[in-house]
């Protein structure tokens, strides 16, 4: 089992050196991820669940630096390695896809180009058999006639075909971990639908582990096998997906669930959560949910460690010691 | 007799009592070519012959994917823009024989809450002067009676007296879209269009503002056009729902009837596309082939046939109309003529 972890974070702390003071957007978070396991990290807007990403990546962005912990992919510390063998690792290891086809692609160059440069990394071949590679690759998803389609730009492709197109382009390398990072702008049902049946496939073909950032507990239901729930930069709870569910233990998972209306039921209103997220650079002491909890007591005053409430199943609330 | 007819029974064929009846109202675009010799090449028929009944104290939602002429329905409405053909009655009034003071009458009667409260906010206006300025557009009133409407508003959206001071960065995104709300509010319209109110918002507020909006609509009598396309939040909100491809409306019901009981095919697939309330559920996907064709050049016959998994041979050749096959639930498709 422990040869199967393709990616264990520990301790990860990143923070943002600004002139007003130190803000951590992520605080020391844990977890695991094994080969082909698709894992959701959910958070909102500001409970560094993309900044999480970015650590992975190595791309934290100025005046952001990591300070703490390791990420440890394939039993090497990420945290380690050099600016250029990071680059070599993000292009052929672990590999981010976009959600937006249309900002991801380069409108002037063909889609055979854009894909043989990715392949020219991997493979010192002749141009023509990165070409047929090229064309397998967009065989491999589903992309009919794809000889006649290397010579297109982007422009000449629909929408779904240029989203089909990115997915080649990040398997190019054959990669071990994908990170899909959601846009916050939402995409049509439909097209949104078309994108995650792509991931599947690629991860069905490729055996790839996917790291899903979202804000959509739909996404994580219709996707993910585990889930961790971020807030304030720290991860609050982490379980397998359906005893997340079923089986919510920390408040402001219980609440979200139930804040998100539901196609099949019908309620008159819905519970919603008071207040608003916290700023990141005013933080209450303590658990930060605790002024919008409504179990909210005494102890809430000093942050809860993190209990294990069923097997596999990690909760940071003193309800569950 | 008639005055005890219930409002479902009234609004039948004809929309009597509806606060806003759409009647086979299009909105095409001509498309030119050319700098010199400039030439109509094209229309673009973004909304093709719609009719719908907004009844007061009642949501309509239109649901459907983007270009399918959600927004600019909603233009026509609050006077943005002007429809090519049909009439758009208010009050039973045909808009295009409004007098001038109709016409002020009915802008201050429909209001607007849009997605992005960071864009919809002027970033150098005060709250107060957010909120106020409708209000003093449309009504003669003192400034201490400006001062006491916009105290209460704010109260209203469930902000404080003492924000009304404050300018739109220092507060957080639901906060925003309450201001937004309240400044809707300041001219007591009949009518608000809500234009995906919530998409912009985080998960965890997304709740609280559609739970003001419904409490707002039942203290004041509030309609809404309701535009957005996660389906579960239309079922919370709206009485009805209007489904839209390609610039015509393909099925319209009540949430719970449209949703238990899809009949248009489209329907069916943009449910089966929505994303599942828990791991264990399991929905039948219907995946349809390709995109949604260019409204410059739709398909003939039913716009939706290139796509549909059901096509029949009539269905490139005939249109399909609107028929009511349960009360209050139609659909336009030839699988149920």
Redesign the interface.
Same mark, same amino acid.
Not at chain 2, 202 to 208: E, G, H, M, T
Not at chain 2, 229 to 233: D, E, P
Not at chain 2, 269 to 281: C, G, K, M, T, V
């Given at each position: 089992m422990t040869n199967d972890v393709i990616l264990r974070v520990e301790d990860l702390q990143t923070h943002f050196f600004t002139r007003t003071g130190v803000v951590k957007a992520v605080d020391g978070i844990s977890f695991e991820l094994g080969r082909g396991e698709t894992l959701g990290i959910v958070g909102e807007s500001g409970s560094g669940k993309s900044m999480t990403a970015w650590s992975i990546l190595g791309m934290v962005p100025h005046p952001g630096r990591i300070v703490g912990g390791t990420i440890d992919y394939l039993g090497e510390n990420l945290l380690e390695k050099s600016r250029g063998e990071m680059r070599e690792i993000r292009g052929s290891g672990i590999c981010m896809v976009m959600q937006d086809p249309l900002t991801s692609l380069n409108p002037v160059f063909t889609v055979g180009d854009q894909l043989v440069e990715t392949l020219k990394l991997e493979y010192e071949e002749p141009k023509r058999s990165l070409r047929r590679r090229a064309a397998e690759l967009l065989a491999n998803v589903r992309i009919p006639a794809p000889e006649d389609r290397l010579t297109n730009f982007p422009h000449q492709m629909s929408g779904g075909m240029r989203q089909r197109v990115v997915g080649a382009i990040s398997i190019a390398r054959a990669p071990n971990l994908l990170i899909a990072d959601e846009p916050t702008t939402s995409l049509d049902a439909t097209i949104q639908l078309q994108y995650l049946r792509l991931l599947k496939d690629i991860q069905e073909q490729t055996g790839a582990a996917i790291i899903f950032i979202t804000h959509d507990f739909g996404i994580v239901a219709r996707m993910c096998d585990r889930v961790a729930v971020m807030y304030a930069g720290r991860i609050v709870e982490q379980s397998d997906v359906e005893d997340m569910f079923d089986h919510p233990a920390h408040p402001y998972t219980e609440a979200l669930l139930q804040s998100v209306p539901d196609l099949d039921t019908d309620v008159d209103t819905l519970p919603s959560i008071e207040g608003q997220p916290p700023s990141l650079d005013a933080l209450p002491a303590g658990c930060s949910f605790a002024p919008r909890c409504p179990h909210a007591w005494e102890r809430c005053q000093e942050y809860p460690d993190e209990f294990t409430v069923a097997p596999r199943h990690t909760s940071r609330c003193w309800r569950s010691e | 007799m008639a005055a005890v007819a219930s409002p479902t029974a009234a609004e039948g064929v004809n929309g009597d009592g509806a606060l806003v009846r759409l009647e086979g109202i299009r909105r095409h675009f001509p498309v030119y070519r050319g700098n010199l010799l400039r030439r109509r090449t094209g229309t673009v028929k973004a909304v093709d012959g719609i009719s719908i009944n907004i009844m007061p104290g009642q949501t309509y939602s239109l649901v459907g994917?983007?270009g399918c002429g959600k927004t600019t329905t909603s233009r026509m409405l609050l006077m943005a823009d002007e429809p090519t053909d049909g009439s758009i009655y208010f009050d039973s009034r045909p808009m295009a024989q409004f007098s001038g003071a109709e016409r002020r009458n009915f802008r201050a009667s429909v209001q607007a809450v849009f997605q992005d409260p960071w864009s919809s906010l002027n970033p150098r206006m005060r709250v107060d002067q957010i909120i106020s300025e409708p209000l003093i557009t449309h009504q003669r009133l003192s400034r201490s009676a400006v001062r006491s409407q916009v105290q209460e508003l704010l109260q209203v959206v469930g902000l404080h007296p003492f924000h009304a001071e404050r300018y739109p960065h220092e507060f957080?995104g639901?906060?925003r879209q309450r201001i937004a709300i309240a400044r809707a509010l300041s001219t007591r319209p009949k009518l608000i269009v809500l234009d995906e109110p919530v998409?912009?918002l985080?998960?965890? *507020?997304? !709740?609280?503002i559609?739970?003001l909006l419904?409490e707002l609509q039942s203290s004041y009598e509030l309609s809404y056009l309701l535009i957005a396309?996660?389906? !579960?939040?239309v079922?919370?909100m709206s009485h009805t729902v209007g489904v839209m491809y390609l610039g015509k409306i393909v099925e319209e019901a009540p949430p *719970?009837e449209l949703?238990t009981d899809p009949q248009h095919p489209y329907t069916k !697939?943009? *449910? =089966?596309? =929505?994303?599942? !309330?828990?791991?264990?559920?399991q929905r039948e996907?219907i995946?349809?082939t390709?995109?949604v064709p260019s409204p410059l050049n739709p398909p003939g016959g039913c716009a939706f046939h290139p796509r549909c998994p059901f096509v029949m041979e009539r269905c490139s050749t005939d249109l399909p109309v609107m028929r009511e096959h349960q009360p209050g639930h139609a659909t336009a498709c030839h699988l149920y003529d």
């Open positions: - | 994917e983007s957080s639901g906060q998409s912009a985080d998960v965890s *507020i997304r !709740a609280q559609l739970n419904k396309h996660n389906l !579960a939040t079922r919370y *719970i949703f !697939a943009l *449910i =089966s596309a =929505s994303l599942p !309330a828990h791991p264990r559920q996907e995946v349809l390709g995109e």
